[in-house]
């Protein structure tokens, strides 16, 4: 009798066990899933991005949590969202030009299972935000007609810095020539994206107005090239010369960018003739 009763037990356990395990598998659900509409953007500085997010939660949904990251590290705020679908916008800055921008989206069911999937940013400045971003160093100057550096060694230290108020300085540095630079005011600078062209004004002592064309052929984070007109070059002309110079001449300027600083200095070097030597700049209106 008692052996039938344990053996009776024995199989009612067993079978409660079965039961449970049953209904424990039953109850598990799959993890949550998400779909992005992007998973790699291109951007440039202030624009806005959007992704549409779409999350399946067979156990429900309790949030989407959005992070961004630069390099992998969380900054900013996280957003939380508790919709399986929405689109999610951010607007892109200059601080998310130098790391690796990523907007990280976490869904969370409610058994509390997650996953994670990433959308990369691609961020790019503007050609302005480019010639904010440095100081520009003027490297070389190719004449069309030899494929040849023809940049006269005066040149060779002037930094431009361009400023967000439409002017630029001119740091001529101890290389002085023996006119211009002791003769200009740099004044204002506008950029056409239109037409990828950059001009600079210049005021000379007599009040005269120049204007510098520069047609920007590229521009990055290490380097400037635009290609430029000289008219005039053959009154320099020696007779020494194997390609003598023309009336009419293209050159490629190259500009290098470095890291703008305090020590820059306008014009020649010290204090003295920060006003310029003209003392004024014209005032210039700009085609749109």
């Not at 409610?110 to 990433?118: A, I, L, M, T, Y």
């Not at 004044?187 to 001009?199: G, K, P, Q, V």
């Not at 204007?211 to 521009?219: A, E, K």
Request: hydrophobic share 40%; aromatic share 12%.
């Amino acid at each position: 009798m008692k052996k039938s009763i344990i053996a009776s037990l024995a199989v009612f356990l067993l079978a409660a066990l079965f039961i449970v395990t049953s209904c424990d598998e039953d109850d598990d659900s799959n993890p949550p899933t998400i779909a992005l509409s992007e998973e790699l953007i291109d951007a440039k500085a202030g624009e806005e991005i959007s992704v549409d997010v779409i999350v399946v939660a067979e156990a429900g949904l309790e949030k989407v949590v959005a992070t961004t990251l630069h390099d992998g590290v969380a900054f900013g705020t996280p957003q939380e969202f508790t919709t399986l679908t929405f689109t999610y916008t951010y607007t892109v800055t200059e601080d998310d030009v130098d790391p690796i921008l990523s907007i990280q989206f976490t869904a969370i069911d409610n058994d509390g299972q997650e996953v994670s999937k990433d959308v990369v940013v691609d961020v790019e400045l503007t050609v302005t935000q480019l010639l904010l971003k440095y100081d520009w160093l003027l490297s070389e100057e190719i004449r069309e007609l030899t494929v040849e550096n023809d940049i006269s060694d005066v040149y060779t230290d002037d930094i431009y810095r361009f400023y967000a108020n439409g002017t630029y300085d001119k740091s001529i540095g101890a290389k002085v020539d023996a006119f211009s630079d002791l003769w200009y005011n740099y004044c204002y600078w506008n950029f056409n994206e239109a037409d990828s062209m950059l001009i600079l004004s210049r005021t000379g002592a007599f009040l005269e107005d120049v204007r510098d064309t520069i047609m920007l052929t590229s521009i990055d984070y290490e380097e400037l090239k635009g290609d430029v007109v000289y008219y005039g070059l053959d009154a320099f002309n020696t007779g020494s010369e194997a390609v003598p110079y023309e009336a009419v001449e293209d050159y490629e300027k190259i500009f290098y960018a470095t890291t703008r600083s305090a020590d820059f200095d306008p014009y020649q070097v010290g204090d003295a003739d920060d006003a310029g030597p003209a003392g004024t700049c014209n005032d210039v209106t700009w085609e749109k």
